[in-house]
């Protein structure tokens, strides 16, 4: 019997900081991609500049499992990026795509 192809969780979508503290999610950037990246299952990271919108930061993780993604978004929401971004919840997508 072949294998099936493992389904990939695809992550997109932005964060925004605070109107009141534009740079905020910037500043917490340089010590979260690296603790992402280590994460196990994760695959890669990228969280880049959203113009228009100055404070937007524009993110792509795609993982290996939902556990992967929910564990990421645990310690996530326990750190830098819940405080650089409080009060603004992110726009995320997560979906499950073939492998």
Known sequence: MPLLPM??????????????RPDSVAAGRPAQIPMTRAEPGGLDVDVTPGPPVASRWLVV?????????????????????AKASAGVPPCIRVAEVDG
């Not at 990939?8 to 605070?18: F, R, S």
């Not at 499992?65 to 645990?74: L, P, T």
């Open 7 to 20: 389904p990939l969780i695809d992550l997109t979508g932005h964060i925004d900081g605070c109107p009141e």
């Open 61 to 81: 993780d795609p993982s290996d499992s939902r556990q992967a993604v929910e564990a990421d978004e645990a310690r996530s929401d326990a750190g830098a990026r």
